[in-house]
């Protein structure tokens, strides 16, 4: 065992691509201690992660938000939202926020978020004042939203590894990220009224009315996939599908934002993300795998959870394993090679399998922004070219933001389960 501790530590320091990582480990292991196991085994572990037909569904997400991104839809929710609360303190803020939430009821991805939105805020906050700091700090936190906002691919990720209704963390998302929102934007009014920066001169009611004319098509999003699944016209895969044909549609019919050349580059992004995404998974299944054969957990969770874990020490430990592991690895990963090992004793205690499923996707979100290998931090770094530690510099107060709806999920559950409860008769 501490030869595939010392490979992955080793390979992450010196910058490997996390799927490297994984997968060169568990090769290096099997080598070296496994001779007789043929590598065909772990080729299989990698199919069987990425033959779900639930995450059919994740590609179609991505295609859709990558219609947005390259098309009108993303700058249309930008406006309509700076038209009502830009001229109050912290309005572009606020605005980032919003426009962060409502973006990921299409994405369902924090990495599109960062470039969709942070791409047109930036230079707006930047003007108005804002440091740089404080606007990385924000974009790449408040796209933890959209990882919570239906259609979540962490959701959809964690109910395939758990066998968790999709349907049902979709809607126990909703509640989180509403909150996230609020505070962040409490927050980001209560820095901007103390700097005095951030002010913009208030629209009109006909701007305002034009703005939302203007905007109003993109809503359909949210109604189209959450209405969609809900009322029992759509399967979640089916509202994926649906969503990709709305984005073209409304791209390139309605606002004729898009030329063909750019529907081709939004295809050929989509493949390039998806397949990381998926190489990610499957690996993560692989891992999850083999660390299960050689018995691992068994060396070390009985000592996590005693022999009768009630709820709040299961919810405890396994909240704070994820916040742990996702500042080091991608929360994908995370979710994948985690929840399996944590099953059994999360059955066994009786937690609610969807709350549950709220804190770990949640803890997901926050790793992706959190030191030292959140991936948000690095796509910041990518698009903005900005250095490491600049992005990083005022993540704090956010990522305490985060750790404390963390822990109001904890105290008052019903923060998720009331909208899943209400609506499957929980």
Same mark, same amino acid.
């Given at each position: 065992?501490?030869?595939?501790?010392?490979?992955?530590?080793?390979?992450?320091?010196?910058?490997?691509?996390?799927?490297?990582?994984?997968?060169?480990?568990?090769?290096?292991?099997?080598?070296?201690?496994?001779?007789?196991?043929?590598?065909?085994?772990?080729?299989?572990?990698?199919?069987?992660?990425?033959?779900?037909?639930?995450?059919?569904?994740?590609?179609?997400?991505?295609?859709?938000?990558?219609?947005?991104?390259?098309?009108?839809?993303?700058?249309?929710?930008?406006?309509?939202?700076?038209?009502?609360?830009?001229?109050?303190?912290?309005?572009?803020?606020?605005?980032?926020?919003?426009?962060?939430?409502?973006?990921?009821?299409?994405?369902?991805?924090?990495?599109?978020?960062?470039?969709?939105?942070?791409?047109?805020?930036?230079?707006?906050?930047?003007?108005?004042?804002?440091?740089?700091?404080?606007?990385?700090? /924000?974009?790449?936190?408040?796209?933890?939203?959209?990882?919570?906002?239906?259609?979540?691919?962490?959701?959809?990720?964690?109910?395939?590894?758990?066998?968790?209704?999709?349907?049902?963390?979709?809607?126990?998302?909703?509640?989180?990220?509403?909150?996230?929102?609020?505070?962040?934007?409490?927050?980001?009014?209560?820095?901007?009224?103390?700097?005095?920066?951030?002010?913009?001169?208030?629209?009109?009611?006909?701007?305002?009315?034009?703005?939302?004319?203007?905007?109003?098509?993109?809503?359909?999003?949210?109604?189209?996939?959450?209405?969609?699944?809900?009322?029992?016209?759509?399967?979640?895969?089916?509202?994926?599908?649906?969503?990709?044909?709305?984005?073209?549609?409304?791209?390139?019919?309605?606002?004729?934002?898009?030329?063909?050349?750019?529907?081709?580059?939004?295809?050929?992004?989509?493949?390039?993300?998806?397949?990381?995404?998926?190489?990610?998974?499957?690996?993560?299944?692989?891992?999850?795998?083999?660390?299960?054969?050689?018995?691992?957990?068994?060396?070390?969770?009985?000592?996590?959870?005693?022999?009768?874990?009630?709820?709040?020490?299961?919810?405890?430990?396994?909240?704070?394993?994820?916040?742990?592991?996702?500042?080091?690895?991608?929360?994908?990963?995370?979710?994948?090679?985690?929840?399996?090992?944590?099953?059994?004793?999360?059955?066994?205690?009786?937690?609610?399998?969807?709350?549950?499923?709220?804190?770990?996707?949640?803890?997901?979100?926050?790793?992706?922004?959190?030191?030292?290998?959140?991936?948000?931090?690095?796509?910041?770094?990518?698009?903005?070219?900005?250095?490491?530690?600049?992005?990083?510099?005022?993540?704090?107060?956010?990522?305490?933001?985060?750790? /404390?709806?963390?822990?109001?999920?904890?105290?008052?559950?019903?923060?998720?389960?009331?909208?899943?409860?209400?609506?499957?008769?929980?």
């Amino acid at each position: 065992m501490k030869v595939l501790g010392f490979s992955l530590v080793f390979m992450l320091l010196f910058g490997f691509p996390f799927m490297v990582v994984l997968l060169g480990s568990l090769i290096l292991y099997m080598t070296l201690y496994m001779p007789h196991m043929p590598f065909t085994v772990l080729v299989q572990q990698v199919l069987t992660g990425v033959t779900p037909p639930a995450l059919v569904c994740v590609p179609m997400f991505i295609l859709a938000a990558s219609l947005m991104t390259a098309g009108e839809a993303a700058g249309k929710l930008i406006r309509m939202v700076k038209a009502f609360v830009g001229h109050i303190p912290g309005g572009l803020p606020i605005t980032t926020n919003a426009s962060c939430t409502l973006f990921g009821s299409v994405s369902g991805s924090t990495q599109a978020t960062v470039a969709a939105i942070g791409g047109t805020m930036r230079p707006m906050l930047l003007e108005a004042g804002y440091t740089s700091p404080f606007t990385l700090g /924000l974009i790449i936190n408040a796209s933890d939203i959209a990882f919570l906002i239906p259609p979540s691919i962490g959701f959809i990720v964690y109910g395939v590894a758990t066998s968790t209704s999709i349907g049902q963390l979709f809607l126990a998302g909703i509640g989180p990220g509403i909150l996230i929102f609020l505070l962040f934007s409490l927050y980001c009014y209560l820095y901007s009224k103390k700097r005095n920066v951030g002010r913009l001169p208030k629209a009109s009611r006909a701007e305002r009315i034009a703005a939302v004319k203007d905007a109003f098509p993109v809503m359909g999003f949210p109604i189209l996939i959450v209405g969609g699944i809900y009322s029992g016209i759509f399967s979640p895969t089916e509202a994926a599908a649906a969503a990709v044909a709305y984005a073209l549609a409304l791209e390139t019919l309605l606002y004729k934002s898009l030329t063909l050349d750019a529907v081709k580059d939004a295809f050929l992004q989509t493949g390039v993300i998806t397949g990381v995404v998926f190489i990610l998974v499957g690996a993560g299944q692989a891992f999850s795998w083999t660390i299960s054969f050689l018995r691992i957990p068994q060396a070390f969770l009985p000592l996590m959870f005693g022999t009768d874990a009630s709820v709040l020490r299961v919810i405890v430990v396994v909240v704070v394993s994820y916040f742990v592991a996702c500042m080091f690895v991608d929360p994908i990963v995370a979710i994948y090679v985690l929840s399996p090992i944590f099953q059994p004793y999360v059955v066994q205690s009786g937690v609610d399998p969807v709350l549950l499923g709220t804190l770990v996707t949640l803890q997901a979100a926050i790793g992706s922004a959190t030191p030292p290998f959140g991936c948000d931090i690095f796509t910041a770094q990518l698009i903005f070219r900005r250095p490491y530690l600049e992005v990083i510099r005022h993540t704090p107060p956010f990522i305490l933001i985060l750790l /404390l709806v963390t822990v109001l999920l904890v105290v008052f559950p019903q923060i998720a389960l009331f909208l899943p409860n209400a609506a499957f008769g929980g």
